[in-house]
């Protein structure tokens, strides 16, 4: 149980990262006021200051530990704040009561200073902080469900480890003296985010009675499950942009009312979370199949049933079977009444082939409209398909290599019956241009309802002067692009998408003069690729210098061409599906050192964002602007 408390407190501490990051910053403004003469005069203010928004990350610390999906929001996390803001100054008046304590009996406690004892002390606050507003929010656990829990070596060591790296970070820029090196504010970070950790790891341990207690849901119950991605990708969808899944959308459409629905995004299970008696849905992407397998598998041994679906298990079922009861391969609308129909009856069938449906969306367009307080992200999709096949990509088999629309008098009684819900809408198409003709019309209809929008698109919609006009009145402010290719790339003489290649720039720059923000993806390590291809593709995107950039290293995923190309020329490296999150290089490659362009990824991918975007150029000018006045 201490090391799966452990691996939760690791992802609680990612999912943070924007709090740790706020408590870092106001650490080091409140330090920089204390430095000036008429800081001294803020300092105050801003103390104030600190305890309130404090006691609210506190607070929502605790929130995490008790949902499952909980997401950081500034209205919730203010509201914590308001409640809760007396949790930090109880941690300080401890501290300080300690303080006194221990330099009134002991001498050499008398040399620290106040802020060497708030750094020695407070790790042992910790707990009783926890504790209380765990009490505030939760009540006093009740006697049945409290359980004596020996406190375990793991935890002890975790416990005792955690503060001593802590009191070395606290010390280290005077041990260790650097000329010209910001040590004290990355040892700061650091020693934040530690804090932060044990936090989760003492709020886990003190909740633990509380969770145990919870009923058990009486009757029919669904989990869905979304297992956590992996690779830098999945990293920052897991807490920067982390989206409400449509597959939880499309199920909870489609599954009968009486039947109670847990959702999982994302989150780390313990050994009490698998239960007996349940029906167990997860999805699954190659990159994350692994941990997928696992869930199954232990759900499947405590005596639930476990159906399984998504781009990897539809494209390998058999391999799926091994850990779960059921697979659906194809599109669920189809066959999910049915599932659950030959659930009840003990009668589930091993694999279920969803054909696709042309009203693919009507059970999910109720289900959003039926309970708009709950949904709280509107997504539409106005077509599934793509009109390219690009070797890498799955979507072509996915979508059954044709295109269906919905019909644009559909789309607008939708958008007219959520917009003053939402006024910002996702559309979830792969390429909303897909079908010009289509898209014409839904541009022309989506100006009527003057929403703002996003979406993905091919660039070829920027080649008509008129569609891009009516793409900017129709509220888009956002397209997600898949350049893939540099213009001086030999991949370009595949036709396709890419025979636009050579006017990447001058598409792009139409389509920023209209105020789109294009969020721009490429990919390292075609077969044509070299050493210079770093290089070449560095430099094409600083001239794009679109809104973000982001870059990813091919990868055959199952389903595609370029998985079977690679299968039949015996070019794998491995199939270690957690080696599969677009980070690193499976193949054998022609011209790239394997282990070089996987080992140097992260940090091609984190100077790339940083220097070719313009939120990265934005992110580097504000620490630049920090650096100088802090």
Not at 138 to 147: D, E, I, N, P, S
Request: proline fraction near 3%; aromatic fraction near 16%.
């Amino acid at each position: 149980m201490g090391k799966i408390n452990f691996q939760k407190s690791i992802h609680l501490t990612k999912d943070s990262f924007i709090l740790i990051f706020a408590a870092y910053a106001l650490d080091v403004i409140y330090a920089r006021f204390t430095t000036f003469a008429w800081g001294l005069w803020v300092a105050p203010l801003f103390l104030v200051l600190k305890i309130y928004l404090f006691g609210g990350i506190f607070a929502t610390c605790i929130d995490m530990v008790f949902e499952d999906n909980y997401r950081i929001t500034l209205a919730k996390t203010l509201k914590n704040c308001q409640k809760y803001a007396w949790s930090y100054l109880l941690l300080l008046a401890s501290i300080v009561l300690v303080y006194i304590f221990f330099t009134s009996l002991f001498e050499a406690f008398k040399q620290l200073t106040f802020l060497q004892a708030k750094n020695h002390f407070q790790f042992f606050v910790y707990p009783l902080i926890a504790y209380l507003i765990i009490i505030s929010k939760h009540g006093r656990v009740g006697k049945k469900g409290y359980t004596k829990r020996r406190l375990s070596y793991f935890v002890l060591v975790a416990f005792i480890g955690a503060y001593c790296i802590d009191i070395f970070l606290f010390y280290f820029s005077e041990i260790i003296d650097v000329v010209n090196f910001e040590i004290p504010r990355i040892t700061l970070f650091l020693s934040r985010s530690l804090q932060t950790f044990m936090f989760f790891y003492v709020a886990i341990l003190i909740a633990d009675p509380y969770i145990s207690e919870e009923k058990e849901a009486t009757g029919k119950e669904l989990y869905l499950i979304r297992p956590v991605s992996k690779g830098l990708p999945g990293y920052f969808s897991r807490f920067v942009v982390r989206k409400y899944p449509s597959f939880f959308h499309v199920l909870r459409a489609l599954t009968p009312a009486d039947y109670k629905v847990k959702e999982f995004d994302q989150k780390v299970f313990s050994e009490r979370d698998y239960k007996p008696g349940k029906l167990v849905a997860i999805t699954s992407y190659t990159s994350n199949a692994f941990q997928a397998y696992h869930i199954a598998r232990k759900f499947k041994k405590s005596g639930s049933t476990v159906v399984m679906g998504g781009p990897h298990v539809n494209f390998l079922p058999e391999e799926a079977l091994e850990y779960c009861d059921s697979v659906v391969v194809g599109e669920a609308e189809g066959v999910w009444p049915k599932l659950i129909e030959d659930y009840e009856k003990g009668e589930l069938q091993k694999v279920y082939f969803g054909e696709p449906l042309e009203k693919f969306y009507e059970k999910t367009d109720d289900f959003i409209l039926k309970d708009l307080d709950k949904n709280k992200d509107i997504f539409l999709e106005v077509t599934r398909g793509c009109k390219y096949g690009c070797d890498f990509c799955t979507i072509p088999s996915l979508s059954f290599g044709r295109i269906r629309r919905r019909p644009i008098e559909n789309i607008a009684q939708m958008i007219q019956k959520t917009k003053k819900k939402k006024m910002f809408f996702y559309f979830l198409d792969n390429n909303i241009f897909a079908d010009p003709e289509y898209a014409r019309k839904l541009f022309m209809e989506l100006q009527k309802h003057r929403i703002r929008w996003v979406g993905s698109s091919s660039l070829d919609i920027a080649k008509n002067d008129e569609d891009l006009d009516l793409l900017k009145k129709s509220g888009c402010v956002e397209l997600l692009i898949g350049y893939e290719i540099f213009s001086l790339s030999s991949e370009k003489e595949k036709r396709g998408k890419y025979s636009l290649a050579d006017e990447y720039l001058s598409l792009t720059k139409k389509i920023k003069k209209r105020g789109i923000a294009i969020k721009a993806q490429f990919i390292l390590g075609f077969e044509s690729d070299t050493i210079k291809s770093y290089w070449h593709l560095w430099k094409f995107a600083f001239k794009l210098h679109p809104t973000e950039s982001a870059v990813s290293v091919l990868t055959p995923l199952p389903g595609s061409q370029l998985f079977q190309k690679m299968t039949q020329e015996d070019r794998f490296i491995n199939l270690n599906w957690s080696n599969y999150a677009l980070d690193r290089v499976v193949f054998k490659h022609p011209f790239l050192n394997e282990k070089v362009l996987s080992v140097g990824y992260y940090a091609y991918y984190l100077f790339f964002h940083l220097t070719t975007s313009l939120t990265g150029h934005l992110f580097l000018l504000c620490l630049i602007l920090a650096d100088y006045l802090f």
